[in-house]
Nanobody, 116 residues
């Protein structure tokens, strides 16, 4: 059982930056960690993911602007968001995933609002 708690969301102006944190109650070693987001009326989408060994992938819409990182010793995952756009406004969720056995944990989400 892994519990995830996101923090760092808030209101920011276009072009600004935020850093989201996801703190896990247990070890995240062996899990793929990801950040997802969901805007009103839209499906939840993968923003960024990081494997245990640090391989990463990003949604095309955030490449070059967002960076995911993980600190396995601290059981924490981060999402650095730069050059934020109004289209980035959404609830951002932290996810820990394993396929065998099937394990899928979610945080409660943190609101990010990009507006003037």
């Amino acid at each position: 059982q892994v519990q995830l708690v996101e923090s760092g969301g808030g209101l920011v102006q276009p072009g600004g930056s935020l850093r989201l944190s996801c703190a896990a109650s247990g070890s995240i070693f062996g899990y793929t960690m990801g950040w997802y987001r969901q805007a009103p009326g839209k499906q939840r989408e993968l923003v960024a993911a990081s494997s245990t060994l640090g391989n990463t992938n990003y949604a095309d819409s955030v490449k070059g602007r967002f960076t995911i990182s993980r600190d396995n010793a601290k059981d924490t995952v981060y999402l650095q968001m730069n050059s934020l756009k109004p289209e980035d406004t959404a609830v951002y969720y932290c996810n820990a995933k394993m396929w065998r056995p099937l394990l899928d944990y979610w945080g409660q989400g943190t609101q990010v609002t990009v507006s003037s």
